[in-house]
C-alpha cells in the first residue's frame, strides 16, 4: 500500500495469510503504527510491515528491499490518494522503481485526477473547491492526468493499463441505486495495470 495514510486494509483483512507492506511518511507511519498494534488481535494472519518513504525524496525500492519485500513474487500495489499530491518527478522515479520491484504479473490500482484540476481550469464546481481546501491545508494539488497521459507513463515504465474506470462506471458498478441521480463531480479515475 503505497501512500497507506490511515487506512485500515489491515486491520481488516480476514484472509488467507498475506504480507502487507504499508508505505508512508515516517511521521504518518508512527502515528498509525501506535494505534494499529493496539488494536491487531494476537495471532492475526496478516503480517504488517511499516515502510517509512516520502516519495518526493526517497528510494522506494531501497526502502521496500530493506524490509524484506520479495521481488520475485507477483504482489498486488495500491497507491489510492497520492498522485495528486506528487511532483511528476516523484510519480515517474516511483514507478521506474516498481518496475524493478515488481514481477511480471503484479497488478497495480492507481487513482487520479483530471488535469484541468491542477490547473484551474476544470468545470467541476466540487473539484476548485476540493483543490482550495487542500491548498489551504499546505498540500495542494500538483499533478493531475488524462487517461492518455496514464496510459503512457505506465507503459514507459512497464506497466499495460487494463481499464479506467470514472465515477459513472464505478457507480454503475458499486452503487447501482446511486447511477439515477447526476454525476455532480467527474474528476477521478482509477485505472487498474498489469507488469509486463
Aim: net charge negative.
Amino acid at each position: 500500500m503505497l501512500g497507506a495514510g490511515f487506512d485500515t486494509t489491515s486491520l481488516r483483512w480476514s484472509g488467507e495469510a498475506v504480507t502487507i507492506f504499508e508505505v508512508d511518511a515516517p511521521s504518518t507511519l508512527r502515528d498509525k503504527r501506535t494505534v494499529s498494534e493496539k488494536l491487531l488481535p494476537n495471532g492475526d494472519s496478516t503480517q504488517v510491515v511499516w515502510v517509512p518513504c516520502d516519495f518526493e525524496h526517497d528510494a522506494l525500492r531501497e526502502q521496500l528491499l530493506s524490509s524484506g519485500f520479495d521481488p520475485n513474487r507477483p504482489s498486488v500495489i495500491a497507491w489510492i490518494g497520492v498522485s495528486l499530491y506528487l511532483t511528476c518527478d516523484a510519480l515517474a522515479t516511483t514507478l521506474a522503481d516498481l518496475a524493478e520491484l515488481c514481477a511480471p504479473g503484479s497488478q497495480l490500482i492507481f487513482d487520479y485526477i483530471d488535469a484541468d484540476v491542477v490547473t484551474g481550469e476544470t468545470q467541476w464546481k466540487g473539484a476548485r473547491r476540493a483543490a482550495r481546501a487542500v491548498a489551504l491545508r499546505g498540500e495542494p494539488y500538483r499533478t493531475g492526468f488524462t487517461s492518455t497521459d496514464v496510459d503512457a507513463l505506465f507503459a514507459a515504465h512497464g506497466f499495460e493499463c487494463r481499464e479506467h474506470a470514472r465515477t459513472p462506471t464505478l457507480l454503475q458498478r458499486y452503487s447501482p441505486a446511486q447511477v439515477s441521480r447526476p454525476v455532480g463531480n467527474d474528476w477521478q479515475a482509477i485505472t487498474t495495470a498489469q507488469r509486463i
